[in-house]
T-cell receptor
Framework: GAVVSQHPSRVICKSGTSVKIECRSL??????MFWYRQFPKQSLMLMAT?????????EQGVEKDKFLINHASLTLSTLTVTSAHPEDSSFYIC??????????FGSGTQLSVL | GQQLNQSPQSMFIQEGEDVSMNCTSS?????WLWYKQDPGEGPVLLIA?????ELTSNGRLTAQFGITRKDSFLNISASIPSDVGIYFC???????????FGPGTRLSVLP
């Protein structure tokens, strides 16, 4: 299957700092990428849909100024958690649509804010 | 909005047993995807289904696209310890950009 690379896999930061997470589709072009948040033992919660070259569409309740998404190319989307606080600690996962009807996921980023 | 239900929520089985789980929706989907997630990892695509009634296998896994297009089933035969994880279904309709995910079925395999 197609490969989606997500980095970093784990990050620990101090409260008030910003963290950037990268999501790359390695062997296909992804016009649409998705960002999710997952709490322990829960399902995936869609945060935003990212379309190449346009502004991301955020789900209700997700602060766009807090979670900045950039999809500058067909193979790269980034999520920046700005001014991170302990309540932002979570597992963040990206996925990319292959142009058809399949969705491939990155390996996730565990964010811990101290 | 669209929602998916997965059953059972969790299951404990003996190694070697077969497993069945399902995913149901109140609305019609045109694509069903099944994923497995290991702890601390992203979900991995197991099987994709595109047509009502379609039956697709991937090794010991078999999934079916329900005739009503409102449900899908996943079976695992002769379970092994590495089958442990959370299994998610996802549905997609022509009218939505996003895929809708179920809450997952947590599988534990006892040796």
């Amino acid at each position: 299957g197609a490969v989606v690379s997500q980095h970093p896999s784990r990050v620990i930061c101090k409260s008030g700092t910003s963290v950037k997470i990268e999501c790359r589709s390695l062997d296909f072009q992804a016009t649409t990428m998705f960002w999710y948040r997952q709490f322990p033992k829960q399902s995936l919660m869609l945060m935003a849909t990212s379309n190449e070259g346009s502004k991301a569409t955020y789900e209700q309740g997700v602060e766009k100024d807090k979670f900045l998404i950039n999809h500058a190319s067909l193979t790269l989307s980034t999520l920046t958690v700005t001014s991170a606080h302990p309540e932002d600690s979570s597992f963040y996962i990206c996925s990319a649509r292959d142009g058809g009807e399949k969705l491939f996921f990155g390996s996730g980023t565990q964010l811990s804010v101290l | 909005g669209q929602q998916l239900n997965q059953s059972p929520q969790s299951m404990f089985i003996q190694e070697g047993e077969d497993v069945s789980m399902n995913c149901t929706s109140s609305s019609i989907f045109n694509t069903w995807l099944w994923y497995k997630q290991d702890p601390g990892e992203g979900p991995v695509l197991l099987i994709a289904l595109y047509k009502a009634g379609e039956l697709t296998s991937n090794g010991r896994l078999t999934a079916q696209f329900g005739i009503t297009r409102k449900d899908s089933f996943l079976n695992i035969s002769a379970s092994i310890p590495s089958d442990v994880g959370i299994y998610f279904c996802a549905g997609h309709s022509y009218y939505g950009q996003n895929f809708v995910f179920g809450p997952g079925t947590r599988l534990s395999v006892l040796p």
